[in-house]
């Protein structure tokens, strides 16, 4: 299943290091589902958690109230619900608002992969001799016409049908 990756480098430089991005993987969050608020705290976002910290406890006390039961449980499922949906999106608006800049949205089936793609038009910043660099100008391959890619009669990678 594909996934959405967003990069993000740190404030005030084009590009970073690999220890110095940020991915993010944009979607669904079952942590974030089941622990809300711990989930929030993980991941240094102290006002959201105190938000549905106080609401997962205003949920919990209307469940006890005669009658309020089942509008204490939607309040405490929303909040799961909410972080679980959103919480990825909070944490990147948190970071650019600090200043990280989003340099690149991929689309692969793991983060490996995605790094892999995101990093392979960086300069390498390796100093000693003994890594191998990759070979990523493909000059070497077959020169076709549009549209005879295998792609089992749907859009191929490079334009046709």
């Known amino acids: 299943m594909t996934s959405s990756y967003i990069f993000l480098t740190p404030p005030g430089s084009a590009s970073a290091a690999v220890n110095e991005t940020r991915t993010i993987r944009d979607g669904f969050t079952l942590l974030g589902f089941f622990f809300p608020w711990l989930w929030l705290l993980a991941h240094r976002l102290w006002l959201p958690a105190a938000a549905a910290f106080l609401l997962q406890g205003l949920g919990g006390a209307?469940?006890?109230e005669p009658g309020l039961g089942l509008a204490g449980a939607a309040m405490m499922l929303g909040v799961n619900v909410l972080v679980g949906l959103e919480g990825q999106n909070l944490r990147?608006?948190?970071?650019a608002a600090k200043g990280w800049n989003e340099d690149?949205?991929?689309s692969a089936d793991t983060i490996g992969?995605?790094?892999q793609?995101?990093?392979s038009d960086?300069?390498?910043t390796a100093n000693s001799d003994d890594t191998v660099a990759p070979d990523w100008d493909?000059?070497?391959r077959p020169k076709s016409?549009?549209?005879h890619a295998t792609s089992l009669g749907l859009f191929g990678f490079d334009g046709g049908r």
């Open 104 to 106: 690149a949205l991929i």
């Open 122 to 124: 960086r300069p390498a």
């Open 117 to 119: 793609v995101y990093f």
């Open 138 to 140: 493909n000059k070497t």
């Open 113 to 115: 992969i995605a790094e």
């Open 92 to 95: 990147i608006r948190t970071l």
């Open 145 to 147: 016409p549009p549209g």
């Open 62 to 64: 209307l469940m006890e």
